[in-house]
């Protein structure tokens, strides 16, 4: 007998970073499932930061969509477990002469160590 309760909402902690010096400032929005659950402005500061944001999702499949004021989109798939957290990672990143600007995702069923 599993000690999962169907309705218990999975928790998940998304981290979100801009690691483009070309663009020290960038207004980020992240939507996941169609609602908006991140819209703010990410400092480059040192590359080296993070900024988390705890939230409880349904157990299921999730669509996240990320856009910037730059021209950047993502949109991705990801999977979620009643009452099992998950890590997931949302980075910013552009390098004149490497490609257009974009945004870079991971999830993980671990704690996400950052250098």
């Known amino acids: 007998m599993s000690s999962e309760r169907p309705g218990l909402p999975a928790p998940v902690t998304l981290y979100v970073s801009n690691q483009s010096f070309e663009d020290p400032s960038v207004r980020i929005t992240i939507a996941i499932d169609g609602i908006v659950r991140v819209d ?17 999702l349904a157990p299921g499949s999730h669509s996240l969509t990320a856009i910037s004021h730059t021209g950047a989109t993502m949109q991705t798939e990801f999977e979620t477990e009643a009452g099992v957290p998950r890590w997931a990672v949302v980075d910013y990143w552009w390098y004149p002469g490497e490609g257009p600007r974009r945004f870079a995702f991971m ?6 160590a950052f250098m």
């Not at 703010?40 to 409880?56: C, K, P, R, S, Y």
């Not at 999830?107 to 996400?112: A, G, N, Q, Y």
């Open 107 to 112: 999830v993980s069923d671990e704690p996400v």
């Open 40 to 56: 703010q402005v990410f400092e480059v500061e040192a590359q080296h930061n993070w900024i988390d944001f705890q939230l409880g």
